[in-house]
């Protein structure tokens, strides 16, 4: 396909590939009968190929049921990947066990979507962020506490409340304590699912921001599980559309809300309410009907073809491969929208 | 579900043969490991003048030179194909399911169970009814006046209900009710349903009440626990939204919500009751099980130990399968899996 | 537009004082008395919507928006919530009538569709018989009536294969399918007000396109007054005539839609638009949140509720920090409660907040 030389010297300000996932898969098996046998798989993450490069936020955007969890879940190897690959740093992490992968902890942290769920109510706040300098037994210079209270100045908490528990905190600051958790070993890539979505409005307006000044602060990578494709836009270097366990769509944020080129990631745009009554009567609307198709026994072919109103025959049979359709901006899709190029490469590209 | 089924089957037999399998080697084990001899065991069951031989002919007629494991095998033979034992006099069959002879009395062990069956099962069942119904009664209301006098009290009396052995609260009833006041039967008697109904319940009244405060304590706080729960659930709320009176939320929508986890319990203390209720048995003196097994072990009379044992082992597996099946009646979410 | 002086008494009081609406709220106060004090979750709100109107309520958690539609629709538990004022519906008054004829009006003149469709629905029935039992409370009828009439809404609300699905339970729908059915229950005895409390926040936002349209379509076909409440300023966009901003138990700001998204007067609204990053314009580079986190409804703090996280307060003196602002109409049935002087507001909107947006 196109050249990669090309869009990488395009945008310098994004380094070499700091996390990279090839083919990856992880499929849940079903297991019924007398015998447990295996008589199926949910195909959470069905072969996503993607890379992180040092310093960007990438998104994974989709609905519920297309894998997008499962893929952060994979990434900071909480879960084993049934095939695939996943390279942090250049090194191959994909199988490594979990005494084998604790080192590698300081560098890949994750964010939790629930900031109630997620720190211990029995712990203090100062237990909770100082835990991992004790886990991966961290020289401090100023001892734990110091640097502990470091960090809550940091997010923007007050170093008072060190001694303070969970409880006693509103969703928004505890979700700081996450954010002051995850940084306390200062990693390279931070993994967060949906890091703002259980937060009233104003309150994600303020963690969104933190996130970015930190990201500027420290060099940090972001890695950002999202439904919410307003915040997905805003945050975002490049996004990544999910269904069913596939990319759907990869593109740098401009391009792919400017000029989307699938199908479902039109629909998804076209979907999201847009706070203004001018538009309310005049908006073209895409209404995909139906829901998402369970992930236990995806459609054949093009897996968004079931709910697709631009889909053909091809597309129940052939698997469309995820392209390089215009300079770093990829797409799964026989028919795409936005694009000059031929609908099908005639080559025979069918990686 | 059919393999469902089948996997539970399977799930319990061989459970029943863990436990009769421990069972046989308690007895038995036990005393080797603190040196009897199969002869030292013998003489518990010969009288107190016995010659030496007498002894090893009787340890031998048991089976005690075996080895423990054809032990173990010749006992639970019996139950499938039925055994043969002599008596030096002549042999005697004893048909499947054979589960042995008294070492003491030299009676099959079967029928007396299935004769003793019928008073254990009228007073688990009949005690079942009582306090299933009063326990979760007073858990509702209970939870429904969180916080009143009603709930606080019913809460204490069910506290102490939990707490007092049903040895004090039997004998204390009986001393009240029975002798004092005469208004119910003085235990030792049962009349089989089937003879009189009237005078069946007359005599079990006492030892029903008795065993259902025990229990039905412990239901009204779980039920009380459950509703209190359930009561806050979404769906509560939308039953209340579609203008449903309130009596209709609470039984339609509440209880069927909150019963599902006491069923599970409930099923597990019957099947447990159905191998005897030994205190409440020896306080009423109704010859149940319960009073059976007793007699076995004071007697080291094995094969009553086992029968009443793989008998009550029988009643819990069973009624956690009919538990089981009964769940997925009761949650449809079940049955899809 | 109705960047007019401030106009002082009851001229055009559209929107709080309609006295034709179907359902009107007047000085609506509902607290919760509880150990640490007196929770004052609804302070003195006002509104009224009118039949075939929809009034979107917006705030954050704690603005006291679902406390609000629980105290309409009568399902506050009894004895812990202490409601004063009014509320008219279709002009008989809900507060202090006897709970069972409010329970006769539930479902039948007005309904509510919840949050989360999953745990809205019992789980041990089925979705069908959820429905009848709906209808047959306020229609007597049989129940091959009512499962008639359960399959013809069912089919209405746009499940496909009503007749076997009627007998499906909940657990066997998608997410979407059961907000459907949901609204199938809601409406199953034609009620005159609908209370939609985040209809679309736990579904897929394909999905919650969906929803929101069959909503739109349905109040086109029956008519009815709707209430829709949520935190999602997107979604009052796209169904409501009306909007109400609460903040702390009461109403900061009350307008026509159009007005609240093209000439929005409260600090407290201007906030909300500047929080959340939009798809319909230029990506900003920063998003302007609302500093602190929204108060304790037990220590709401004195003067304006909103003085602690308010940018401009105490731009007009101390009234901020002492008074409480009247919630009034500023011109044309717009209404806010802020201290702000008219052309204050008016500079700072035109030049501080909506080039940032």
Redesign the interface.
């Known amino acids: 396909m196109s050249t990669k030389t090309e869009t990488a010297a395009a945008d310098r300000r994004l380094g070499e590939d700091l996390l990279v996932a090839t083919d990856l898969q992880k499929h849940f098996p079903i297991r019924?009968?007398?015998l447990q046998r295996q008589v199926g798989a949910v195909q959470a993450v069905d072969g996503l190929t993607f890379s992180v490069k040092r310093g960007e936020t990438l998104s994974l955007v989709g609905e519920s049921g297309c894998g997008k969890t499962t893929t952060g879940r994979l990434l900071t190897r909480l879960i084993e990947p049934t095939g695939g690959k996943i390279t942090l740093d250049g090194r191959d992490i994909t199988h490594l066990s979990a005494g084998a992968m604790r080192p590698l902890r300081r560098d890949i942290q994750m964010i939790f979507q629930d900031p109630y769920g997620s720190l211990n109510p029995r712990h203090t706040v100062g237990a909770i962020i100082g835990a991992p300098f004790r886990l991966q037994k961290v020289k401090t210079e100023h001892g734990v506490k110091r640097a502990v209270q470091e960090l809550l100045e940091l997010v923007g908490l007050s170093p008072e409340h060190y001694n303070r528990y969970p409880h006693e905190f509103s969703g928004g600051q505890r979700q700081r304590i996450g954010i002051a958790r995850t940084l306390a070993l200062r990693p390279k890539v931070i993994v967060a699912d949906e890091p703002v979505s259980a937060l009233d409005v104003s309150i994600q307006a303020q963690v969104v921001n933190l996130m970015e000044d930190l990201q500027n602060e420290f060099d940090l990578t972001y890695v950002i599980i999202a439904h919410d494709l307003s915040v997905v836009r805003h945050v975002s270097d490049r996004v990544a559309v999910m269904y069913l366990g596939k990319i759907m769509e990869l593109a740098d944020r401009t391009s792919l809300y400017e000029r989307p080129m699938h199908p479902y990631t039109v629909a998804l745009l076209s979907a999201v309410p847009i706070p203004d009554t001018a538009r309310r009567d005049n908006r073209e609307r895409i209404r995909l009907s139906g829901d998402v198709p369970s992930p236990i026994n995806p459609p054949s072919g093009c897996r968004f073809h079931t709910r697709c109103w631009k889909a053909q025959e091809v597309c129940k049979t052939t698997e469309p491969p995820l392209a390089e359709l215009a300079p770093g901006h990829q797409a799964a899709c026989h028919f795409p929208e936005n694009t000059t190029k031929l609908t099908i490469d005639p080559t025979g590209s069918a990686a | 579900m059919i393999?469902y089924i089948?996997?539970r089957l399977f799930a319990a037999i061989v459970l029943l043969f863990v436990v009769s399998a421990v069972t046989f080697a308690i007895f038995f084990l036990m005393p080797k490991l603190v040196g009897a001899s199969p002869e030292t065991l013998a003489t518990r069951y010969v009288g107190r003048a016995a010659t030496a031989d007498t002894v090893r002919e009787t340890a031998e007629r048991l089976g005690f030179y075996d080895p423990i494991y054809v032990q173990y095998w010749d006992w639970a033979k019996g139950i499938f194909v039925g055994a043969d034992y002599s008596y030096g006099t002549g042999v005697e069959h004893c048909p499947a399911p054979c589960l042995g002879y008294s070492f003491r009395n030299n009676q099959p062990v079967f029928p007396d169970l299935m004769d003793r069956l019928p008073v254990t099962m009228s007073l688990a069942v009949g005690a079942a009814v009582l306090w299933l119904l009063g326990g979760v009664a007073v858990g509702t209301l209970s939870a429904l006046r969180k916080g009143t006098i009603f709930d606080r009290a019913a809460m204490s009396i069910s506290l102490a209900g939990v707490s007092l052995p049903i040895f004090f609260t039997g004998l204390l009833s009986l001393s009240i009710f029975s002798y004092g006041l005469g208004w119910t039967a003085v235990g030792g008697s049962y009349v089989p349903f089937l003879d009189n109904p009237g005078e069946w319940a007359y005599n079990l009244l006492l030892p029903w009440i008795t065993l259902a405060l025990l229990f039905s304590a412990q239901y009204a706080r779980l039920t009380r626990a459950g509703m209190l729960e359930t009561m806050n659930?979404?769906?509560i709320?939308?039953?209340?939204?579609?203008?449903?009176?309130?009596r209709t939320v609470v039984v339609r929508?509440g209880l069927?919500?909150a019963l599902t986890p006491i069923l599970t319990i409930f099923g597990l203390d019957v099947g447990l009751l159905l191998g005897g209720a030994i205190l409440t048995e020896s306080a009423f003196s109704l010859q149940g099980l319960g009073k059976y097994a007793i007699d076995g072990i004071t007697n080291y009379d094995l094969p009553k130990v086992m029968g009443v044992t793989i008998l009550a082992a029988f009643f819990v597996v069973l009624a956690n399968l009919v538990v089981d099946l009964l769940y997925a009646v009761?949650?449809?979410?079940v049955r899809?899996k | 537009m109705t960047q007019q002086e401030d106009t002082l008494g009851g001229a055009a009081t559209r929107p709080p004082a309609d006295n034709g609406a179907f359902l009107q709220v007047r000085e609506l106060r509902v607290h919760f008395p509880t150990d640490d004090g007196v929770v004052r979750s609804v302070d003195d709100l006002s509104f009224s919507v009118a039949r075939g109107k929809t009034l979107g309520i917006v705030g954050e958690s704690g603005s006291g928006k679902s406390v609000t539609s629980l105290s309409i629709?009568g399902?506050h538990k009894k004895g812990t919530a202490k409601i004063t004022g009014e509320i008219l519906l279709d002009g008989q008054n809900l507060v202090g009538m006897a709970p069972?004829r409010v329970?006769?009006?539930?479902?039948?003149r007005m309904?509510?569709i919840?949050q989360?469709p999953l745990?809205?629905?019992?789980?041990?029935y089925?979705v069908g018989s959820q429905i009848i039992?709906?209808y047959r409370?306020?229609n007597k009828v049989t129940k091959a009536v009512a499962r008639k009439h359960a399959i013809d809404l069912l089919d209405r609300v746009g499940i496909p294969n009503p007749k076997s699905r009627v007998d499906d339970?909940p657990?066997?729908f998608s997410g979407g399918m059961r907000q459907r059915a949901?609204i199938a229950?809601?409406l199953s005895c034609d009620p005159d007000l609908l209370i939609a409390d985040e209809p679309t926040t736990a579904l897929d936002v394909t999905v919650q396109a969906q929803i929101l349209d069959l909503i739109r379509d349905l109040q086109a076909e029956f008519n009815s007054a709707v209430v829709i409440i949520t935190h999602d300023l997107g979604v009052v966009a796209e169904l409501a005539d009306d909007i109400m901003v609460m903040y702390a138990g009461r109403a900061v700001e009350y307008s026509s839609a159009a007005d609240i998204f093209n000439s929005p007067q409260h600090p407290y609204t201007w906030g909300l638009l500047g929080s959340m990053p939009r798809l319909d314009r230029e990506r900003t580079e920063r998003l302007q949140p609302i500093k602190g986190t929204p108060p304790s409804l037990i220590n709401v703090p004195e003067g304006c509720p909103f003085n602690p996280r308010c940018a401009y307060a105490g731009t007009n003196g101390d009234l901020s920090f002492t008074v409480r602002p009247e919630f009034r109409d500023v011109g044309g049935g717009h209404h806010i409660a802020c201290h702000l002087e008219a052309q204050d507001r008016q500079r700072i909107w035109e030049t501080e907040i909506r080039p940032k947006l």
Do not use: C
């Open positions: 019924r009968g007398l | 393999t089948i996997r659930e979404d769906f709320r939308t039953a209340r939204a579609k203008g449903l009176t309130e929508h069927r919500g009761v949650d449809p979410r899809a | 629709m399902l069972d329970r006769q009006l539930r479902g039948k309904a509510m919840f989360d745990s809205a629905m019992h789980p041990f089925t039992e709906a409370i306020h339970y657990h066997q949901m229950m809601a």
